[in-house]
């Protein structure tokens, strides 16, 4: 009996111990990195060594000594070299698929004049024999005289056959006499709805369109089938996380969109998180409505995929003079159609739609860049939150102007300023600036006003829409007002400027917040998801004019490093 009761106690003990290094084993970290300058987002002074990952999310972040700590037999180390290591990327306004189908087009955004645009244009021609549409966008309205293109200019590259380009923007577009002929469009051509034919010498079509009445031309260009969609998506995805982007928030987009994200996650594909919204205006049907909120509902709260948002266009832009503002524009005689500018919707229809969207838990992005378009946008949440009595962290997208008046009610309200540095890059603004005017400059792209105020700052690229969708561009904008040349030298509206930390905040807490997700992403800290970017300089200790030179040397998401840097690799800044 008692060698028997001996026996037992060995094996327990034996078998415990086996256990307890099981367990143990259990315990380590999938990977750690260690000897780095980790930013873990609280403030401008959080700063650790190491983080461990279990899993998809971190486990640990403290000092090297602690986090050697959770080194086992299967652990992954990566040490950092001392280098910076930050949240992922939020860019919370993106357009991902038009930027995505955008990379298989021609590309004018780093096009400085108009031989360059011809050029390019000329060039993508012979290395495209067989595309019966050129279609593209870039085009910068400060290299052309009064801010507008013709169509003589692209038919001195291409008479052939159809040519159809946006604006940087995607707010105008060029068209040249082969495309106008294919949408049969001409000087007696009538459009009523929002949006204008630009008319020149006796009356003809210059061949630049702006606003829904693109669609004259855009409706004639073959669609895109689904495969040709799906890898283009997994050309964006694949730039989106070599530039350390790690979550979007899609600020346009169609059902048939919507499953194309779904397949992808379902194929193990979409390396990135994606909150999907649907493009809605003022002709949404109950129908229309109804399948939203199915789709939403059936996704629920996925880390992955979402479905809760929709998103108006309630203006469009300042160069083109179709935002709405509050006093006439400084490049317009009173005596035009529409010297303020114009709406987009009917004030009643957006105003009951935006309620009943509230009151179905969705969230609600409204594009709204004058600021009289800011106002109206925040008169209808105003409404819709006090008729619902809900809180639902509804956007107002760009704010390019903004009314002094308004900047408190953001607070107060709880919407969302969702901006987009990129857009104030200064080379791009003359032509803007024209139309603002100097009484109007001070609050132009006004973050530094808007966080004073109390403003929950959220920043994106507007992705296709803009200069670069790589945030570190977006950062430079927003700590200098300056263009990566250095210009103007003492920048652009400098009482706008932000601090780095402010800016990276916005480019990362600003949008899980938007997402309701404030708690599981956005800052490096146990509990939250591993997706985290390793950067090649220290953007909180450089001269700030070095900033946009900074690269991502490794993004990590979900808990997997999913790209790394080589120096054959060329991006653009």
């Avoid at 011809?118 to 021609?125: E, H, L, S």
């Avoid at 509206?493 to 899980?512: D, H, R």
């Amino acid at each position: 009996m008692n060698l028997r009761f001996d026996i037992l106690i060995i094996l327990g003990f034996t078998f415990g111990l086996i256990g307890c290094s099981s367990t143990q084993q259990s315990e380590r970290a999938d990977l750690v990195f260690i000897n780095g300058r980790v930013w873990t987002g609280i403030d401008s002074a959080s700063f650790e060594q190491a983080v461990a990952v279990k899993g998809n999310s971190i486990s640990q972040v403290g000092s090297t000594t602690e986090i050697k700590k959770t080194i086992g037999r299967q652990t992954k180390v990566i040490d950092l070299e001392g280098k910076l290591l930050i949240p992922g990327f939020n860019d919370a306004h993106i357009h991902f698929l038009n930027g995505s189908i955008g990379l298989t087009e021609v590309d004018l955004t780093d096009a400085n004049s108009i031989e360059e645009v011809i050029q390019k244009i000329k060039t993508f021609r012979l290395e495209n024999p067989d595309k019966k549409w050129i279609t593209g966008r870039g085009w910068q309205y400060t290299m052309f005289k009064g801010g507008l293109p013709s169509r003589e200019i692209l038919d001195s590259a291409i008479n052939d056959r159809p040519v159809f380009i946006k604006a940087y923007d995607g707010h105008s577009a060029w068209a040249n006499s082969a495309a106008l002929r294919m949408a049969k469009v001409n000087k007696t051509s009538i459009f009523k709805e929002f949006g204008e034919i630009v008319l020149g010498g006796y009356g003809e079509p210059t061949g630049v369109f702006k606003e829904k009445a693109m669609h004259l031309v855009d409706d004639m260009i073959p669609a895109l089938t689904k495969k040709e969609k799906l890898a283009a998506l997994r050309k964006g995805l694949a730039l989106a996380t070599s530039l350390g982007i790690t979550s979007i928030g899609n600020c346009s987009g169609s059902v048939d969109e919507f499953y194309l994200y779904k397949e992808l996650l379902q194929n193990n594909e979409l390396n990135l998180r994606v909150a999907a919204a649907f493009s809605v205006d003022a002709n949404t049907t109950p129908a229309e409505i109804k399948k939203y909120t199915i789709i939403k509902d059936s996704v629920g709260k996925n880390p992955r995929l979402t479905a809760r948002n929709v998103k108006f266009v309630l203006d469009g832009v300042i160069e083109s003079h179709t935002a709405g503002m509050l006093q006439p524009y400084s490049n317009l005689s009173p005596k035009e159609t529409s010297p303020s500018g114009t709406l987009a919707l009917p004030l009643d229809k957006y105003r009951n739609l935006v309620t009943e969207f509230d009151k179905l838990g969705f969230q609600v992005y409204t594009h709204a860049i004058g600021d009289r378009s800011v106002r109206e946008a925040l008169n209808t949440y105003e409404f819709a939150s006090l008729t619902n009595h809900t809180n639902s962290r509804n956007r107002i997208e760009h704010i390019e102007t903004i009314s002094p008046d308004d900047l408190p009610r953001f607070a107060a309200l709880g919407v969302l300023p969702s901006m987009e540095p990129i857009h104030a890059e200064p080379g791009t603004v003359s032509v803007w600036a024209e139309g603002v005017g100097k009484k109007r400059l001070p609050y132009s792209f006004a973050w530094s006003s808007i966080l004073k105020a109390g403003g929950h700052l959220v920043f994106s690229s507007d992705w296709p829409a803009c200069v670069s969708i790589n945030p570190i561009r977006g950062l430079h904008t927003a700590v200098t007002r300056k263009t990566i040349e250095g210009e103007p030298k003492e920048g652009w509206v400098p009482e706008q400027k932000i601090s780095i930390t402010q800016a990276l905040i916005a480019y990362t807490q600003g949008g899980s917040y938007s997402s309701f997700e404030e708690t599981s992403k956005g800052k490096i800290a146990p509990g939250y998801l591993a997706d985290f970017i390793l950067l090649s300089q220290d953007i909180f200790t450089i001269n700030p004019m070095k900033t946009f030179q900074t690269k991502v040397l490794t993004t990590v998401f979900n808990g997997k490093v999913i790209y790394e840097h080589t120096d054959n690799q060329q991006r653009k800044p």
